[in-house]
């Protein structure tokens, strides 16, 4: 039987067995090698911190409603960033074969039945670690920041949060010309921002703020901020990083409220632009020139290249079947993890 990460309650989640789909015109079967999971989504289902689980979200009008939840426990098919291999093809499909190798969207499960035209773009390069095609997903976001920080050659940018994520901005802010002030709480993560191009590593924990602190190193302030973390301080020393009118991507999931985030102080009085960059969409001044394609074919490109070296960024792989134990160290913030993918049988052996 195949196989679905759930989500069975509040602190507690579990692979379990699900229905085989049955394969329709147009589409795939695909065996799913790894997925990745991200932490920063997926622990608002483990938590039970969701909107979507306390609200409705209305579609139409964009707003999320008092009343009967979008979703309800337990939760199957989350997760955004897969790896498989197709192991069956319908009568009518000839853009994919049994045995190549893809990356796409269709959560924690061991087997999946999707278009191919949805994979038809998302092959592996022959040759590549199977396990970068799990980064594809959260590539884009950390490219769709990067773009929304509207990053300039020479420009200094401040970076709130290393981890997965935040390590990608911070190289691909880098190969956009940027001198990036990196910000986190982990020495580690700190040390490896530097790898990636980060001109200086911050504590956020150091007295005083970071923001303070950025504005004294650069002599007035970054030119623009990301957020990446999701923590509302964090958003609000991004907002006292920057100079006058400077430019804040918010780009972490914010749950519940902002008491950390002051609005009468530094934003209210350098006038600073904060903007939501969040994957459903691209910056709007690129609307004509920019998808959710092409975000995904740049940084699949960088990464298969090794320019962004995204499989440095994986410290553990784990059989899906440790998926709570996994869950339970990133609940409490074990700071030795970084990229958890979870591994399915189907994987080869030799990555066992």
Do not use: C
């Not at 490219?143 to 401040?158: I, S, T, W, Y």
């Not at 994986?314 to 339970?328: K, Y």
Request: proline share 3%; no cysteine; glycine share 12%.
């Amino acid at each position: 039987m195949p196989q679905i990460v759930q989500f069975t309650e509040p602190g507690r989640v579990e692979l379990v067995e699900t229905e085989a789909f049955p394969l329709v015109a147009g589409s795939v079967r695909v065996a799913t090698w790894y997925s990745g999971i991200s932490a920063g989504t997926e622990l608002t289902a483990f938590r039970g911190t969701n909107p979507y689980l306390h609200a409705t979200w209305d579609a139409d009008q964009r707003l999320f409603r008092p009343g009967e939840p979008s979703f309800a426990y337990p939760v199957q098919g989350w997760g955004y960033s897969e790896v498989g291999q197709v192991v069956e093809v319908a009568d009518d499909v000839t853009t994919l074969s049994a045995g190549d190798l893809v990356h796409g969207i269709w959560g924690h499960r061991s087997d999946a039945v999707l278009p191919a035209s949805a994979l038809e773009w998302r092959r592996m390069p022959e040759g590549a670690d199977a396990i970068l095609g799990t980064f594809a997903r959260v590539g884009s976001i950390a490219l769709n920041a990067v773009l929304a920080a509207d990053v300039r050659l020479g420009e200094r940018v401040a970076i709130f949060g290393q981890g997965v994520i935040g390590l990608l901005a911070t190289r691909l802010a880098t190969l956009s010309g940027g001198r990036v002030y990196a910000v986190d709480t982990v020495a580690d993560r700190l040390a490896k921002a530097r790898e990636f191009g980060a001109v200086e590593a911050i504590d956020a924990l150091r007295e005083g703020g970071a923001g303070a602190y950025i504005r004294e190193l650069t002599g007035g302030g970054a030119d623009s901020a990301i957020e990446l973390s999701g923590a509302d301080r964090a958003l609000h020393e991004a907002v006292r990083s920057v100079v006058v009118e400077g430019l804040v991507a918010a780009s972490g999931f914010y749950q519940g409220g902002a008491t950390g985030l002051r609005l009468g102080e530094e934003f209210h009085h350098n006038r600073v632009r904060i903007v939501a960059s969040q994957i459903s969409g691209v910056p709007v001044g690129l609307g004509g020139r920019w998808d959710q394609s092409r975000l995904v074919r740049t940084v699949m490109e960088l990464i298969t290249a090794g320019t962004v070296d995204a499989g440095a960024l994986v410290s553990d792989v784990v059989d899906a079947a440790a998926v709570g134990e996994v869950f339970g160290r990133l609940d409490a913030g074990d700071p030795a993890i970084l990229q958890a993918v979870l591994r399915f049988e189907a994987a080869p052996e030799h990555a066992r």
